[in-house]
Structures are given as C-alpha cells and as structure tokens.
C-alpha cells in the first residue's frame, strides 16, 4: 500500500543554518511528489513538485528537494533558513488513480 | 486577493446544530475538495468534487454533505454537530485530475463545537 512518512514531527534550526526535512515514500509506480507549506494561521501552498527528470527541484523562497528512487525518498533542503521558514511542512505523494496521500507533517522551528 | 474564499472564518456552533461553511473560487478550476485539519489528524482528506459531481468520499458519517451549487461553489453542510468535529477545514481547488496538479488551498474555517 502506498505512503509517505515524515519521521521527525518537529525540528529545531538555527537561524542562517541549513535545513532537510525527511520524506519517505512507499508506492510501485512512478511517483508525483509534491511539499506543501502552511505558515500559522494559513491554508496551504505548495513549495516544489516533482513529476520526473533531474532529481534535484527548485521551489521557492531557496527549497529544493531530492528525488531518490533507489531510497524511496524525497527530502526537502534550505541552505540557509530565515525566521520566516517556520511552518508545518507535508509531503505529499499523489498516485496513478490521482489520490494524494500526505505525510503527517514536519513542524519546523527556527532559533534565532 | 484571495482566489479561494472561506466564510466564515471562525465559527462557534453547539453541540446538535448545523452549521454551512462556504467556499468559492475563482481560479476557473474544475475541481474542488475538502480537507479537515485537528489536534488529532494534521490533514484528513474529504471530499472531492469534479465538474460538480462527487469524485471521492472519505468521511464516513453522512452529517458532512458538500454542496455544490455552481462549479465554483463546494459549500458543506454539517449536521448534529458534536465536539469532535471542532477542527479547521480546507477548502481547496485544482484544475482536472490531481496528478500533475497543484492543489490551492484557502484559508480555513476554524469550527468549535461547544
């Protein structure tokens, strides 16, 4: 059956350091992945999507993400986090028959 | 401006009562869904609509009905309200079949039951 789990429920960086939030896929056919953002108090956006290509996709505001299929994952990267990068990030896998399935979320707290 | 529009914002409801919350977009997507976000479940998918006809249903009491009254429309009613239900729902739009698609969400109803 197909998921995505995002291990760390919450993560602490310093301001100016660099970030990966973790996703891990499991599905048989070709994924198309996305990472949604929620700022408090905010719906959702999406940051970057992968559908196939380079592995590497650019997001915005500095995000990208890596696409390994041999690691079933697809974790999301920032060189350099801004106060503002604090959020509850989703990964999210949508399947052939066009459902999603979201991770569980990764709340991300940055230290001044 | 917001594309996707979400009245009310908040909501205070008592337990037994039904309560409508509104969306409206106007992005010209085709289809629309809801989501459901709480303390217990960070995003639970509900429904979703396509061309005004309901594609998905993942809830499993029928005091949630969407309604959908134009295609831009994809209200939900929700009756015999309970505790429970007190949650943030979503509210969000996409053009044609989700794969390839970007989902654009709105801001939110926050309901609490009381």
């Known amino acids: 059956a197909q998921s995505v789990t995002q291990p760390d429920a919450r993560v602490t960086v310093s301001e100016g350091a660099s970030l990966q939030l973790r996703c891990k896929y499991s599905y048989s056919g070709t994924p ?5 953002v929620q700022y408090p108090r905010q719906g959702l956006q999406l940051l970057l999507k992968y559908y196939s290509g380079d592995p590497v996709v650019q997001g915005v505001n500095g ?4 696409f390994s299929k041999s690691n079933s994952s697809f974790h999301l990267r920032k060189a350099s986090v801004h106060w503002s990068d604090s959020a509850v990030y989703f990964c999210v896998l949508s399947d052939s028959n ?3 399935i979201w991770g569980s979320g990764t ?6 | 401006d917001p594309k996707i529009i979400q009245k ?12 409508i919350l509104i969306c409206e977009q ?13 303390a217990k479940k960070p995003l639970e998918f509900m429904f979703s609509y396509s061309y005004q006809k309901l594609m998905d249903n993942q809830t499993a009491s029928s005091r949630f009905q969407p ?13 015999a309200l309970k505790p429970d239900d007190s949650a943030t729902y979503f509210c ?10 970007t989902l654009y969400f709105g801001a939110g109803t926050r309901l609490s039951v009381l």
């Not at chain 1, 995000?63 to 890596?66: L, V």
């Not at chain 2, 106007?26 to 709480?38: D, E, K």
């Not at chain 2, 969000?92 to 698609?101: F, K, P, R």
């Open chain 2, 92 to 101: 969000a739009s996409s053009q044609e079949g989700l794969s390839q698609n």
């Open chain 1, 98 to 100: 066009y459902q999603l």
């Open chain 1, 63 to 66: 995000f990208e993400a890596e």
């Open chain 1, 32 to 36: 198309y992945l996305f990472w949604y």
């Open chain 2, 67 to 79: 309604q959908s009254s134009k295609k831009n429309h994809l209200d939900l009613q929700i009756t």
């Open chain 1, 107 to 112: 709340k991300l707290i940055i230290k001044p």
């Open chain 2, 26 to 38: 106007y992005l010209g997507h085709n289809a629309m869904y809801w989501y459901r976000q709480s």
């Open chain 2, 8 to 19: 009310p914002k908040y909501l205070v409801a008592v337990t037994g009562s039904e309560k």
